[in-house]
Nanobody, 115 residues
Framework: QVQLVASGGGFVQPGGSLRLSCAASGFTLEHFAIGWFRQAPGKERELVADITRDGTTNYATAAKGRFTISRDNGKNTVYLQMKSLEPEDTAVYYC?????????WGQGTQVTVSS
């Protein structure tokens, strides 16, 4: 059974850091493109960063220079390291596995950036 479990969210002050984890089961992460998305209240879900099968990474403009996506094949986990967080980064963050004909979503983890 394919499953993605996102964790690591929380409350942080502006300028702080968080590391999100997306642990996969039922499939091997490195064989698929994995993305981190986020959805803020009243807004559409948007791509934050993704990592392809060959390890190529891509970032949304808002994430460039502050966020880093990485993959630990041994732990079958993808991470999103977030630094210099801003209130605008407040959202529920979801990981996604793109199987081509179908994709799978984790349950989401809340990130709140506020003073």
């Amino acid at each position: 059974q394919v499953q993605l479990v996102a964790s690591g969210g929380g409350f942080v002050q502006p300028g702080g850091s968080l590391r999100l984890s997306c642990a996969a089961s039922g499939f091997t992460l490195e064989h698929f493109a994995i993305g981190w998305f986020r959805q803020a209240p009243g807004k559409e879900r948007e791509l934050v960063a993704d990592i392809t099968r060959d390890g190529t990474t891509n970032y949304a403009t808002a994430a460039k220079g502050r966020f880093t996506i990485s993959r630990d094949n041994g732990k079958n986990t993808v991470y999103l390291q977030m630094k210099s967080l801003e209130p605008e980064d407040t959202a529920v963050y979801y990981c996604n596995a793109d199987f081509g004909v179908q994709d799978y979503w984790g349950q989401g983890t809340q990130v709140t950036v506020s003073s």
